[in-house]
Each structure stands twice: as C-alpha cells, then as structure tokens.
C-alpha cells in the first residue's frame, strides 16, 4: 500500500473545541511506514485505519473518517455544514475541494436588513433564514469520485 496524498479537512467547527475536551473525548492515534490516522474520536480514527488495511489510499479514509464524524462527533463538523479539503499530490501539485455550505437559492443580497438599510439583530445567526445549503456530503463524494480508489459503498464499515 502507497500513501499517495496528503490531505486535510478542515470544518468550521474542527477547531471549536478545547484541548481539555479533546482529550476527554480520547484524541486518537493509528499509524505505521505506510500512512497515519488522527482525528478527535477512537472509533472514526479506527474507520480510517480500517480503510487503509483495506488498501483505500488517504482520500478514501479521509471520506470514511469524515463521515464516521458525523455520526461519532457530529459538532467537529458533520453532514449538515460544510468545509474544504485540501491535497497535497507526491509531484508537488495541490488542489482544494471548498464544500462550504452556500446560500439557499431565494436568499438575497438585504436579506438581514430592515427598510433603512440596517442590519436586523439575530437575523443571520437564528432561524430558518439563518440556514445554508449544506456541502459536506456533495464534496466528501466529489473527493472520493476525483481521487479516491474505492467505491462509497465500501466506506461503510
């Protein structure tokens, strides 16, 4: 097995959490000569692992980490937000997949503003008019299609 990419997602709430509650939720860790695992929780780190034994490559891992996440710590960013991936080919290249969640298709430029132009409090950061089109699982595939080796019926463990 080659490790042929090197990749990181990044969510909007990866990073919300504290070093005191990630290490109450057991930080864990997996590697060997031919690849690593970490994420914030045991059983996707194990997900992942899992899927590199099978011969999967970082992406496929790094989509069956990703949606182990959203089931086992679903505030690290899950399949109803967004967030990018970043990857890093062994000749140097790079690309990025942003699968940040988008504007609904009637939102609108003033939507968050009263009739004098200001801005309403709360209106963007509660309720139905604070939502967005959620990305994950449109990028998480796209990912697996473009670069990944295995199906994504074979992420389910």
């Keep these: ?32 000569k031919q690849g690593m695992v970490v994420t914030s929780e045991k059983i996707a780190t194990h997900v992942g692992v899992d899927i ?3 011969g ?6 790094a989509v069956a980490v990703g949606f182990a996440l959203a089931v086992t710590y ?9 967030g990018f991936m970043v990857i890093s ?9 942003d699968f940040r969640e988008t504007a609904p298709q009637k939102a609108s430029r003033d939507m968050y503003l009263d009739e004098n132009g200001e801005v309403i409090p709360g209106k963007s950061t509660i309720g139905y008019a604070a ?12 990912a697996l ?9 074979a992420q389910v463990c």
């Design 1 to 32: 097995m080659k490790l042929i990419y090197r990749i990181a997602i990044f969510t909007l709430f990866l990073f919300s959490f504290s070093l005191a509650e990630a290490n109450a939720r057991y930080i864990s860790e997996a590697h060997g």
């Design 89 to 97: 080919f062994p000749d140097g290249r790079a690309t990025t997949i």
């Design 74 to 82: 679903p505030t690290a960013g899950n399949i109803g937000g967004g």
């Design 131 to 142: 939502c967005g089109v959620p990305g994950t699982v449109a990028g998480l595939t796209l």
């Design 52 to 54: 590199l034994a099978q």
């Design 56 to 61: 999967g490559n970082a992406i496929d891992a």
């Design 145 to 153: 299609k473009k670069y990944g080796t295995m199906p994504l019926s």
